[in-house]
DNA sequence: AGCATTCTAGTAATTTAACTACAAAATTAC
DNA sequence: GTAATTTTGTAGTTAAATTACTAGAATGCT
């Protein structure tokens, strides 16, 4: 946790003092973080000790450290202290919450990557005769992402967001094959009955879903994604964003086990695409 | 610039000693970060007065904003200087090199974001008949997740991943309509002829797009990314996400603008998901 | 209500860290 | 090889942070 959601958090917890100091602080932590103990205890009306005993509260281990912890939390921009979007916010308010709270979930979803699933995942990639990507609502656009980046490899791929596709596809599938679904929450049943078919018939299914859903039980392979808190109202917004990052680490890792000679036909789909542009063309869309 | 790197990039013109003092620095940062003046300096095995002035060629006030600077540049995980992915690189070293580009991308997407424009985007959103987001390629699903999004707050919205029906939409398109053009580079040919005969038609043209592209130039309205240099190896990847990150601030201020009675239809489409599921059903996919 | 106990805050003293001024050594230029 | 300049270190100074102790406020108990 943040130190600035620390103090949002105890602020009920402090005495007269300490809330005095944890107000100068919140109203302007950018010059709290530059301002000497001294300083900073006058700003607050209160003596240096004081100053000193809020940090040590907030559990650092005095005041230039508790400063430390202080820049560290304004590293990455606008200090919002609370990431979850107000019905009061402006437009400035709201995309820094939202920002806020996107870079938050990568940062869980970094720390509880398995990276050892995710090279396996990759061995079974590199390995397919045929991949599939299922994902529904909003689960689906990361499909089709997922498509879209290992089309460029030249394997068989292919992307389905409808039930009835997903399910006949499952029932044709046969060994060699990896299908993989995409599911927030790994409860939905049309999924979960799919992935339970192709099991059956030997394919390899590779979730990209909870770890603990019913989904992920009739997985071979679960790649799970630990998102902080979804601060979303009412839609899927950090676990979407953090599946895309996955995709992209999976298709980093196909490319590098594939080597460098395999690379270079991913040069050619880029230039390809030059002629449909107006010149600079030297990017994808 | 992080500190780091300007350390790292002023490394030849050091001297000997300044040398020293930046070799234990970057060997690490972390508990450099955490040690006094004299300590370092007794590590580095040169004098205070040293590691002073080495802290001031830096450009930082001194010793202790020093080591602000260097808590901030550690702030957010894994201090890799550089981001680029390495044929060498294992699953940890890749993974943690997309989230860091991926995060480095969105925190100066952040930095460059124009407030103003998205509350008119938000403005004109709010006001349309009929909203379409159009995308190709990679920028296709961006196009989807949009729709999805738009999709639950029941007014009519469209997607089109496709260059005829997207021409075939323009052609058709009046006065109310506001259709939303997906593309990184803005230098795609069909989407520029689409976006010059909707605004003959007299449609809103919202570009999600960069600023000085000939797409751009045919938009009511631009929503330019600054997103830092892509990292991607011949695949787009940063740019992508930030373009979803702004269709979740978009759908955000939407829903922000409708108010509170509107929010309501969200939880509907939201509880109505739930038979679909296998118990436990509170988040969407 | 009055006394005691505990918790809170401030003063003053101490310790520690950071910085300055100056001098010595080393490097470079001529 | 000497002078000039740059680099580095020593010692002293100042400033900042922390500790120990004491006064005051709040709470609890009889």
Redesign the pocket.
Known sequence: MNILEKIALNQNSF????RKVAEIIMAAPQSAMHS???TLAKAAD?????V?RF?RRMET?????FKLHLAQCLASGTPYVNRHVDEADGPDAYSAKIFDSTMAALETARQHLDTAAINRAVDILTQARKISFFGLGASASVAHDAQNKFFRFNVPVICFDDVLMQRMSCINSSEGEVIVFISHTGRTKSHVESAAQARNNDATVIGITDANSPLAQECSLVLSLEVSEDTDMYMPMSSRIAQLVLIDILATGFTLRRGTKFRENLKRVKDGLRESRFNKGLRDH
Chains 1, 2 share one sequence.
């Open positions: 005495s007269k003092s300490e000497s103990i001294a209160v003596s240096e000790p004081t000193n940090c281990k005095g005041f230039p450290d």
